[in-house]
């Protein structure tokens, strides 16, 4: 590969969501939960999702790129490694996408949940390595806008 290049970037994303600590992090430990916000935010079921939430667990979520998009037919995948967990305030892991057989970023990301008295404030921080002009910072940020917003719907 000739001349491989890297995008290294840091964004932090804030929700203020109505429900208390505890049900937040269901939303991400649960699989049949975590699959409703983050799997299926798309309103499509995906090829492939599996949840094993453990320090040192594996997450694999599949979907098949649309007829809309650049690569219809095309399955994109994340995987995830658990970090840390600290039930009802922190979830750290890293995770890698790949489009088709090719990988183009790997992430580290920590969700931090901060009881209010109205609920909880999540605050999202990913650390990115993308490779060779892949999707890039603005898009991956935008991409866990939407996720979360879809979490906020579903809690």
């Given amino acids: 590969m000739p001349n491989p290049t890297i995008t290294h970037s840091t964004f932090v994303i804030e929700r203020s969501l109505s429900a208390n600590a505890e049900t937040v992090f269901k939303a991400f430990s649960d699989p049949s939960k975590k699959r409703l916000w983050y799997a299926e935010s798309d309103g499509k079921p995906p090829k492939e999702f599996t949840m094993d939430f ?7 979520t599949t979907s098949i790129m649309g007829d809309d ?30 489009l088709g057989d090719r990988r183009f970023s790997a992430s580290l990301a920590t969700v931090e949940l901060l009881p209010t008295d109205i609920g909880t404030d999540l ?8 490779f060779e002009g892949a999707d890039g910072p603005q898009i991956r940020q935008a991409g866990w806008g939407t996720l979360l917003d879809s979490l906020g719907k579903n809690l």
């Fill in 69 to 98: 998009t650049p690569f219809p037919g095309t399955p994109l995948t994340n995987h995830t490694v658990y970090q840390d967990i600290v039930p009802n305030r922190r979830i750290v892991f890293a995770y890698t996408m790949a």
């Fill in 123 to 130: 605050i999202f921080t990913d650390q990115g390595a993308y």
């Fill in 54 to 60: 453990r320090v040192g667990g594996f997450d694999t």
